[in-house]
């Protein structure tokens, strides 16, 4: 058996495959230093959480403790494999400084409490607030982390209890665009590709999407095909060089904030040669001639100039995907986070569509997620619309709604768009929301513009509720913070980005008096009296598993049909993709076969939006496009970002990740591998812009926007010129320098980052801002302790290899 250095090599080894046939089982495990398989106790089935993937494994236990992990072969996702965060992340959870105990403000500094201290001044301000300002004085803003039972209890207590429509998840931030763009194309949510499409596919195009750092595994099945006879041929679109862009037959290195142009660019060339499936189009398609109008007269050479890319290599690309058999395309954050996010997302379905290749094995769309369980946030409703894709603005889809709560109608709100979460931070600052519920996200380092948000979290007026596992930037803020349980120590069922439920059982018992976050959701609904129609008590369950029963029914006969699961069904399975039903026992492997989608005007998840103003079409509008329930085909024009470089700023500053790190660091940061592997912030830059500068390797530099400054070590890297990047993972809770937030020099991104949202899909702008670079302290020859393994490998020889030391995990390939 192979033993691996899975810092240094994160993919770990080869095993190819050739097109259609099975991937081979490659077990990766983890377990503490000095244990072996047969010192643990319990195995106990779960899936991996700090990404989307939704890769299988089983949680070691001892001494009633969690001791390692070790993929499953019979997982249909991952075949036994796991990344280096899931091999190793998981050690946060036995960190010491876990929030054991529930805090209260007190004279200004927060103290340990009791549960019931805690949750009385919870509930009584809720209460409070509801019977003098109404239910739009309160908010939730929640999470892509939590479980599905979890997600659906807070939805039914925010929507059909408290009345409020201002629920949002950091799933805004995350994978609003692709529901958005799911919805605008197919009228409805939900993944029409599979991870199977690999299998099978001989072009696979990635948008703004660096799967080799963050879903490792998906990338590994890719790279054994490219290992394999027959490889796929790979496209990738991304400004930086990135593990991706070096595997790619056709790198477009387009400027930031131009995809729409690109999307356009390839759109014109596949028309102008015909590359179409017209019989597909003419049978399933709406709106295909205002796509051609749109795309007429935009040439490549003119796609090519506002790209700043080689016009004959978007010619190569177009080349690839227009006469591509079996195309699969993924889509993520640099097209999500973008000002034209929606527009440039649907441009990719619209390739699709005009090619005919949906519902075919290789031939499918994954509009990724990003998050383990934002696919289950959507779902349930927690992320403002409606549970079981249930369309707001449809007065039937409400009523079904109310009865399946046992509410009236009424009390159910859907007189206006949900609201999302850049607009819920708005009131707070307006002063219109005064309680604000925040659970498993981290905005005081994950959100726009830092300063901004800091400001709002802090208000006295605003009484702010935190759930976490750890004391982060934004509970330090909080005037009551909640200790979670977590995964490993709570029950629940997650979905994953190609919608593959998995089950994650309890393992161990939480730390302290920490409880699920599912059985602090029930308590609330218990202290505010929530109830229902008939005065039963609204929440008609008590534990996870009562949650998933009732959510079943929620979902039946939707989209996201859960209604053929069950907690014995998923255990022991290796994952059960939805709609899942009497009709489809086994799951759905693919959406949309045959051309057949769930866009019907009485049956769609909603009407659809303007691409440019956002604005939302009326149902009778909607009707008028898409009578018959067909796919519809949106086109977009162009339009530069609001924020682009000038003299004072002359630098597109993007944003993102690395492989070893999660988000704010909360759980990577206290796994040591993982933390060595990438210590500190580093900014990338060019080769040409470091020189023309005078900047070497490891230079501390300072990055500026108009919002704010962060200094970080330069690492140069074979990006294109004029574009700097900075990793997002880096907040103040373990700063070296013990400096907090808001003190200058600042070291998270979005000290930088612009308040500003696509318009349809209200996802932020993180990909984008205009920056300048100055010099703070040259390096004296230390490189910037940056990976070399991934996106941020130097173009020096001379730095030093990222290496997990002594560390080499095992790779049993079967
Ligand atoms: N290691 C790791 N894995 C993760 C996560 C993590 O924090 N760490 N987080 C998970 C989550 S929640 C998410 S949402 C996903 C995100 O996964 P990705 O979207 O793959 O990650 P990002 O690094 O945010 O952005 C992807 C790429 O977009 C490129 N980009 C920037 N601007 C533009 C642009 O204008 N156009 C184009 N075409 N590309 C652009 C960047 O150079 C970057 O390489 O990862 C998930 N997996
Ligand atoms: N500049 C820039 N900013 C970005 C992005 C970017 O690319 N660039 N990406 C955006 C994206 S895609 C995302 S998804 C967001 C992520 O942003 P956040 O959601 O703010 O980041 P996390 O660090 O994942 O925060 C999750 C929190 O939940 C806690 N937690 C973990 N497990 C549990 C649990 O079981 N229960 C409870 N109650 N808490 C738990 C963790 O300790 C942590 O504090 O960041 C966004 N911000
Ligand atoms: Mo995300």
């Known amino acids: 058996m192979p033993y691996v250095d899975r810092i240094a090599e994160p993919w770990g080894t080869r095993t190819p495959y050739g097109p259609g046939e099975p991937w081979p089982v490659r077990v990766d495990s983890f377990l503490e230093s000095g244990l072996r398989a047969q010192d643990v106790e319990r195995w106990v089935q779960s899936a991996t959480i700090l990404h989307s993937n939704g890769d299988g494994l089983d949680i070691a236990v001892k001494d009633g403790r969690v001791v390692g992990v070790r993929g499953r072969a019979q997982d249909r996702v991952n075949h036994g494999r796991l990344g280096p965060k899931d091999l190793y992340g998981w050690q946060a959870a036995n960190a010491p400084d876990r929030l054991v105990r529930p805090l209260v403000r007190e004279n200004g500094r927060l103290v340990e409490t009791d549960w019931d201290t805690a949750m009385d001044r919870v509930a009584g301000h809720a209460r409070e607030l509801l019977d003098e300002h109404g239910p739009s004085a309160i908010g939730f803003y929640t999470t892509g982390q939590l479980f599905l039972e979890e997600y659906y209890t807070l939805a039914l207590i925010a929507h059909g209890g408290i009345g409020t429509n201002h629920l949002d998840g950091n799933t805004r931030l995350c994978t609003a665009t692709a529901a958005a763009a799911l919805k605008e194309s197919f009228g409805c949510d939900g993944q029409p590709g599979s991870y199977t499409d690999v299998d099978h596919a001989d072009v696979i195009a990635l948008y703004g999407h660096n799967v080799a750092e963050t879903q490792t595994v998906l990338w590994a099945r890719i790279l054994d095909r490219l290992a394999g006879p027959n490889p796929p041929a790979l496209v990738c679109v991304d400004p930086r060089e990135t593990p991706v862009s070096r595997a790619a037959a056709v790198h477009l290195a387009n400027r930031p904030g131009t995809n729409v142009a690109l999307m356009n660019g390839l759109l014109h060339e596949i028309l102008a040669n015909g590359w179409i499936d017209e019989r597909y189009v003419r049978e399933h398609v709406v709106g295909f001639e205002e796509l051609e109008k749109r795309v007429r007269d935009f040439t490549v050479e003119e796609a090519a100039r506002i790209c700043d890319v080689p016009a004959d290599a978007l010619r190569e690309a177009a080349r690839l995907i227009g006469t591509a058999r079996r195309l699969l395309s993924t889509v993520l954050q640099g097209f999500y986070q973008a000002h034209q996010a929606t527009a440039a997302a649907v441009q990719v379905n619209n390739v699709h569509l005009v090619r005919g290749m949906l519902g075919r094995p290789g031939c499918g769309v994954l509009q990724m997620n990003g998050q383990p369980t934002a696919q289950n946030t959507r779902e349930c409703g927690a ?13 039937a889809h409400v009523r079904d709604l109310a009865r399946v709560w046992n509410v009236d109608p009424m009390d159910i709100p859907h007189y206006a768009p949900p609201t999302h979460a850049m607009q819920m931070f708005r009131y707070a600052e307006e002063g219109s929301i005064r309680f604000l519920y925040v659970t498993g996200t981290n905005p005081a380092v994950s959100l726009p513009e830092l300063a901004r948000i800091r400001s709002i979290l802090s208000q006295e007026r605003l009484f702010l509720v935190v759930q976490d596992i750890f004391l982060t930037e934004t509970a330090q803020l909080a005037d009551v913070v909640l200790p979670a349980a977590t995964w490993a120590e709570k029950t629940g069922t997650f979905t994953n980005a190609d919608r593959t439920v998995h089950l994650s059982d309890k393992a161990v018992e939480p730390p302290g008096e920490a409880r699920p976050d599912l059985d602090i959701f029930l308590d609330l609904a218990r202290r505010l009296d929530l109830r229902d129609k008939d005065g039963a008590p609204l929440v008609k369950w008590s534990d996870a598993e009562g949650a998933f029963e009732a959510w079943k029914e929620c979902s039946r006969g939707r989209p996201c049909d859960y209604s053929g699961l069950s907690y014995a069904r998923l255990r022991g399975s290796g994952g059960v993709q939805w709609p899942c039903d009497d009709g489809h026992p086994e799951g759905t492997e693919r959406l949309y076969a045959g051309g057949r989608f769930w866009s019907a005007p009485d049956y769609c998840e909603g009407y659809g939006r303007d691409l440019v103003t956002g604005a939302p079409l009326s149902d009778i509008e909607y009707k008028a496009l898409n009578p018959d329930g067909k796919a519809i085909i949106k086109a977009a024009e162009y339009v530069p970002p609001h924020e682009e470089p000038d003299g004072d700023f002359p630098f597109w500053l993007t944003t993102g990740r690395t492989i070893y790190h999660f988000h704010t660091r909360t759980k990577t940061a206290r796994a040591p591998q993982l933390q060595r592997a990438a210590p500190e912030p580093w900014v990338e830059m060019s080769p040409g812009d470091a020189a023309r500068l005078g900047f ?79 010099l703070v302290m040259a390096s004296s020859g230390t490189p910037s302790p940056a990976p070399t393994t991934a996106a941020s490998r130097p173009v020096s020889a001379d730095v030093p290899a990222t290496a997990g030391g002594a560390d080499a995990q095992a790779e049993e390939v079967m």
């Open 383 to 395: 992320d403002g619309d409606l549970p079981g894709f249930r369309n707001w603005s449809n007065d």
């Open 696 to 774: 070497a390797e490891g230079d501390l530099l300072e990055v500026a926007t108009a919002r704010g400054a962060v200094r970080a070590r330069l690492r140069v890297t074979s990006m294109r010129d004029g574009v700097i990047f900075l990793p997002f993972h880096y907040g103040y809770w373990d700063r070296p320098d013990g400096a907090g937030p808001g003190d200058s020099p600042g070291r998270a991104a979005n000290e930088l980052t612009i308040t500003d949202w696509d318009p349809a899909s209200k996802q932020p702008v993180f990909k984008t801002a205009a920056a300048r670079v100055s």
